[in-house]
C-alpha cells in the first residue's frame, strides 16, 4: 500500500482506501515503480490493469536492493485504473527510511 504522496496534481491516485491509479484524462501513460524489499529472497513486481495482470514488470534472484519496472499504459480517464503488486520470497516490502517503495505515472500522449 503506497500511502504517501508527493505530487497528485489531478488526484487521480487514492492513497488511503483501494491504493489505485485512475487518471482522468484518456492517452498514453508511463508508469513506474521502485520496491526494495529486506531478506534473502527475490522480488517480484506485477502491473495490474482494472484488476486482471498485465504481467510481470521485474524480478530480481536476491533482496536488498531496490528494483524497477516501467511499462507504457493506454488508460480510457473514466473507469481504467492500475495497480502495482509486490511479493518476496522470504523477507518483507520496506517502506520510508533507507528502502523506497515509489510509484509514477506521466501522461505521454492521447491514444
Request: charged share 10%; aromatic share 12%.
Amino acid at each position: 500500500q503506497i500511502n504517501t504522496e508527493e505530487y497528485d496534481l489531478g488526484s487521480c491516485y487514492d492513497n488511503a482506501t483501494n491504493y489505485r491509479f485512475t487518471p482522468t484524462t484518456a492517452g498514453i501513460y508511463q508508469v513506474n515503480i521502485t520496491v526494495q524489499a529486506n531478506g534473502s529472497g527475490g522480488t517480484t513486481i506485477w502491473l495490474y490493469k482494472n484488476g486482471a495482470s498485465s504481467g510481470e514488470l521485474a524480478r530480481t534472484a536476491g533482496a536488498g536492493a531496490p528494483i524497477s519496472g516501467s511499462r507504457f499504459v493506454t488508460m480510457n480517464g473514466t473507469t481504467d485504473y492500475i495497480e502495482f503488486f509486490a511479493q518476496v520470497a522470504s523477507g518483507t516490502i520496506v517502506y520510508g527510511g533507507q528502502g523506497t517503495t515509489i510509484f509514477g505515472a506521466a501522461y505521454l500522449r492521447s491514444n
